[in-house]
């Protein structure tokens, strides 16, 4: 087995100081090296400071970097692609934006352990705001009725500083013996972890797909991999990112997975290119 192609996407978020946070995100792959990052305010997650640099690219075409003044004042939260797409667009590939929207990512997720400064009074209330605005979104907020495990629970605590919150994904695909390309993803942050793994033959078509989860917020968040297997048989390089939310159960899936096999299909895509 011969490795072709590997990508990393890393997100970190501390504090900075007692009233903000730093939000980064890391990208590392074969051929692109980059790094986005975001300064907010804590209690109204306002943007202070945004900025892109990219280090390393093929020929250096996608080299440079700026400060993104056009961003200062947007909330870093759920309804932030539209000022995302409004003010870097497709500069550079569209790696900017997408480098931006993973550091609004690491903000949401960290907005667990700075609950109270975003003035919510208790871990309960924080857990009931998101079962509202995420209802019938994935497949834990499609399923409340059963009396699911809650978040907080899940955690363990409620307290952290400093650091909030990581995330690493990483996908590394390899060409087997036999011409076939082996294609596997991993998904691993502060709360959650899973692994999805993809065949792929010489025209791109998944010849097996499967996944499994190791940690997720309750036992229901598990079924979602049952979702991979409606991947056989589709063109990887040819399946955007709206087809694989249908595949893998849209409300009924999970964000994660979806995440991680789209991550996939465009490291495919790449050894294809």
């Not at 700026?66 to 961003?71: A, V």
């Not at 993973?102 to 009931?128: M, W």
């Not at 087809?243 to 893998?248: G, Q």
Request: some cysteine.
């Amino acid at each position: 087995m011969q490795a072709l192609y590997q990508v990393n996407r890393f997100i970190t978020v501390d504090t900075l100081g007692e009233d903000e946070l730093l939000s980064k995100s890391i990208y590392s792959s074969t051929d692109v090296e980059a790094v986005g990052q975001l300064i907010a305010n804590q209690d109204s997650l306002r943007i202070n400071k945004a900025q892109w640099d990219i280090y390393r690219s093929p020929g250096s075409v996608l080299n440079g970097g700026k400060e993104l003044p056009g961003l200062i004042g947007v909330e870093a939260y759920l309804n932030s692609g539209k000022e995302l797409k409004r003010v870097i667009g497709e500069e550079s590939d569209g790696l900017p934006r997408e480098l931006l929207a993973e550091c609004v990512k690491g903000i949401i997720q960290a907005e667990t352990f700075i609950f109270e400064k975003r003035g919510f009074l208790s871990p309960q209330a924080y857990e009931e705001h998101w079962d509202k605005i995420y209802l019938n979104i994935c497949r834990y907020y499609s399923h409340l009725e059963l009396g699911l495990r809650r978040w907080f629970e899940h955690i363990g605590y409620s307290e952290r500083t400093q650091n909030l919150y990581n995330r690493s994904k990483s996908c590394t695909v390899c060409r087997q013996d036999d011409g076939e390309l082996s294609a596997s993803g991993s998904f691993i942050d502060s709360f959650h972890e899973l692994f999805v793994q993809i065949t792929v033959n010489t025209k791109g078509i998944v010849t097996d797909a499967s996944g499994n989860y190791l940690r997720a917020p309750d036992p229901v968040c598990y079924e979602s991999s049952e979702h991979m297997e409606k991947i056989i048989g589709k063109n990887i390089t040819r399946t955007n990112k709206k087809e694989i939310i249908e595949l893998a159960g849209g409300p009924h899936g999970c964000d994660h997975l979806v995440d991680l096999v789209y991550d996939l299909s465009r490291a495919v895509g790449h050894v294809f290119d």
